[in-house]
C-alpha cells in the first residue's frame, strides 16, 4: 500500500519535470516598454529622466539629475529585492509608487528652475544615501 503510493508519485513528478521543461524556456521574452521615448522634439511632454536603483545598495545610480522648467518626469526602475520609490521634494512634494524588483516608479512634477531634491520615501532610504539633487534650469 505504502509503496504503490510512493511509486504513483514519483511517476506525477517524473511527467511534471518533463513537462515543465519545455514551458519555462519561454520566459526570455519581456518586453522592452519603451513608452514615448522615441517622440523627438514634440512639445508638452516635459522632460523625461531616467533613473535605476542601486541592485544591491542604499543609492540610486545617479546622484545628480538634470531637467528644464515644466512637467518634469522621472522613471526609477528597480532591479533591487527591497521596495524603493522614486519622490521629490524642496518647495514640491510627491511621491511615486512604491514597487519592487522589476518595477517601475514614477513621479511626475511640474517645476520652476532651481534645486530639487529627488529620494527614495521607503523606511530610513534616504538617510542611508538613496538621494540625489535635482537641477531644473
Ligand atoms: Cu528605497
Same mark, same amino acid.
Given at each position: 500500500?505504502?509503496?504503490?503510493?510512493?511509486?504513483?508519485?514519483?511517476?506525477?513528478?517524473?511527467?511534471?519535470?518533463?513537462?515543465?521543461?519545455?514551458?519555462?524556456?519561454?520566459?526570455?521574452?519581456?518586453?522592452?516598454?519603451?513608452?514615448?521615448?522615441?517622440?523627438?522634439?514634440?512639445?508638452?511632454?516635459?522632460?523625461?529622466?531616467?533613473?535605476?536603483?542601486?541592485?544591491?545598495?542604499?543609492?540610486? @545610480?545617479?546622484?545628480?539629475?538634470?531637467?528644464?522648467?515644466?512637467?518634469?518626469?522621472?522613471?526609477?526602475?528597480?532591479?533591487?529585492?527591497?521596495?524603493? @520609490?522614486?519622490?521629490?521634494?524642496?518647495?514640491?512634494?510627491?511621491?511615486?509608487?512604491?514597487?519592487?524588483?522589476?518595477?517601475?516608479?514614477?513621479?511626475?512634477?511640474?517645476?520652476?528652475?532651481?534645486?530639487?531634491?529627488?529620494?527614495?520615501?521607503? @523606511?530610513?532610504?534616504?538617510?542611508?544615501?538613496?538621494?540625489?539633487?535635482? @537641477?531644473?534650469?
Amino acid at each position: 500500500m505504502k509503496r504503490a503510493l510512493i511509486l504513483s508519485v514519483t511517476a506525477l513528478v517524473a511527467v511534471a519535470g518533463c513537462g515543465g521543461s519545455s514551458n519555462s524556456s519561454s520566459s526570455s521574452a519581456t518586453t522592452p516598454s519603451t513608452t514615448s521615448a522615441a517622440s523627438g522634439g514634440g512639445g508638452g511632454g516635459g522632460s523625461q529622466l531616467a533613473l535605476a536603483a542601486d541592485p544591491s545598495q542604499l543609492k540610486f @545610480d545617479k546622484s545628480t539629475l538634470s531637467a528644464k522648467a515644466g512637467k518634469v518626469t522621472i522613471t526609477m526602475t528597480n532591479p533591487s529585492p527591497l521596495q524603493h @520609490d522614486v519622490s521629490i521634494k524642496g518647495g514640491v512634494s510627491a511621491q511615486g509608487n512604491i514597487v519592487g524588483q522589476g518595477g517601475k516608479s514614477v513621479v511626475t512634477v511640474t517645476l520652476k528652475p532651481g534645486k530639487y531634491t529627488f529620494y527614495c520615501s521607503v @523606511d530610513s532610504h534616504e538617510a542611508a544615501g538613496m538621494t540625489g539633487e535635482l @537641477d531644473v534650469s
